[in-house]
């Protein structure tokens, strides 16, 4: 079940990361401004934090099965619809229902969760993260190499099946989880606000995430820009192959877990945002020829992939410590206010790409794990 868990979540989170290497040739394909390319991937952010906000709560209330094969057949259309288009509009709506459908990760990740035992939760959870970063590192060189052999639309129809397969796969597989309940929906979404106030820890670990995740997703909307660029000038497969090698960082997410299990979650957060620091520091203070260069940035990417994936699971970790009734809640408040962050930090890259070039990306990105770091020294 932990290996379904983690296939499916990172199956179903790949879907919002297709489009974030192939923001050139979408925005050609549907006539958008260059200026506005962000938005792309933005859109999609605020779709997931959306469904954060408003569907994953529904885990507490309605059958979790169910919940998960409706949201997955509601993605699998959206993907269809932006193969399809041609229209920037028409596409830019379709991401936001991608961003809507794909919420339903984090209704399989506290079912991950209700299912382990309470002393290897943080390890199971690590895994089953593993599987989600897996799922967001993966697609963009899958998306990239797809986009190279055959189209941009390509990748769309091919996850749309992809999705729609999986929802069949899950509802066979799945054991049925009825929630207690014991509240109506309206009532469910005011209590959120009860527990954002009254939980400290949630904010806290929400915090140093939007900052790390804001980060991430202002170096990998902006880096492929610069790879393809006048500098580097590399082809779609060589964005490909570079992202790939940033999936090593997803390593970090058991053992993340597994400290976590052990009680060192402080120490943990404090390597993570040094992590997430020494990334943007790499490229800015290492120069020399176009090689050496190329260089600093695979390694900065590595580092920040496995910066990011230790801070989630270590957060995860605390939030899913709490009290079984309302998990699913606590994770779609943990989430979408760290989604806000890559939102935030999607839209601030190609703004800063355009205005400053790669350099001000550096100079902004840096500033996210520096912010998390002056929460931290707080705890």
């Known amino acids: 079940m932990v290996w379904l868990f983690a296939i499916a979540t990172g199956l179903i989170v790949a879907n919002l990361y297709y489009a974030q290497t192939l923001i050139g040739p979408i925005s050609r394909a549907t006539g958008l401004d260059p200026g506005a390319a962000g938005l792309i991937v933005t859109l999609t952010q605020i779709g997931y934090c959306l469904g954060l906000m408003f569907i994953v709560p529904l885990g507490d209330l309605l059958e979790n099965r169910r919940l998960i094969v409706g949201a997955l057949m509601v993605t699998a259309l959206a993907l269809l619809a932006a193969s399809v288009t041609s229209s920037a509009k028409l596409f830019l709506f379709a991401s936001l229902c991608i961003g809507l459908g794909s919420v339903a990760a984090q209704i399989v990740v506290?079912?991950?969760?209700?299912?382990s035992n309470p002393e290897t939760r943080g390890k199971t959870v690590g895994k089953v993260m593993s599987g989600l970063l897996m799922g967001i590192m993966l697609a963009r060189p899958v998306a990239s190499l797809v986009a190279d052999a055959l189209s941009w639309h390509a990748i769309f129809v091919l996850s749309a099946l992809a999705t729609a397969a999986l929802a069949l796969l899950l509802r066979a597989k799945l054991p049925q989880r009825q929630p207690a309940g014991g509240m109506h929906y309206f009532a469910l979404l005011g209590s959120m606000w009860r527990l954002l106030k009254t939980t400290p820890v949630l904010r806290r670990r929400?915090?140093?995430q939007a900052c790390m995740f804001g980060a991430?997703?202002?170096?990998?909307t902006c880096v492929s820009l610069e790879l393809t660029g006048p500098h580097f000038q590399i082809s779609q497969t060589g964005v490909a192959i570079f992202a790939l090698v940033g999936?090593?960082?997803?390593?970090?997410?058991?053992?993340?877990g597994h400290r976590a299990d052990q009680g060192k979650s402080r120490s943990t957060t404090l390597i993570a945002l040094l992590l997430g620091a020494l990334a943007f520091a790499l490229p800015l203070l290492i120069h020399g020829d176009r090689l050496v260069e190329l260089g600093a940035l695979v390694l900065a990417s590595v580092i920040l992939d496995m910066g990011v994936s230790a801070n989630l699971v270590t957060g995860q970790r605390a939030i899913f410590s709490l009290p079984p009734e309302i998990r699913s809640r606590l994770n779609g408040l943990y989430m979408a206010l760290f989604f806000m962050g890559g939102a935030i930090g999607s839209s601030l890259g190609g703004w800063m790409f355009a205005a400053h070039g790669w350099t001000g990306v550096l100079w902004t990105g840096l500033c996210f794990p520096l912010i998390a770091l002056a929460v931290f020294a707080t705890e």
């Open 110 to 115: 506290p079912f991950a969760a209700h299912l």
């Open 206 to 208: 929400a915090a140093y």
């Open 216 to 220: 991430f997703s202002l170096f990998w």
């Open 247 to 256: 999936v090593a960082g997803a390593i970090a997410s058991p053992i993340a």
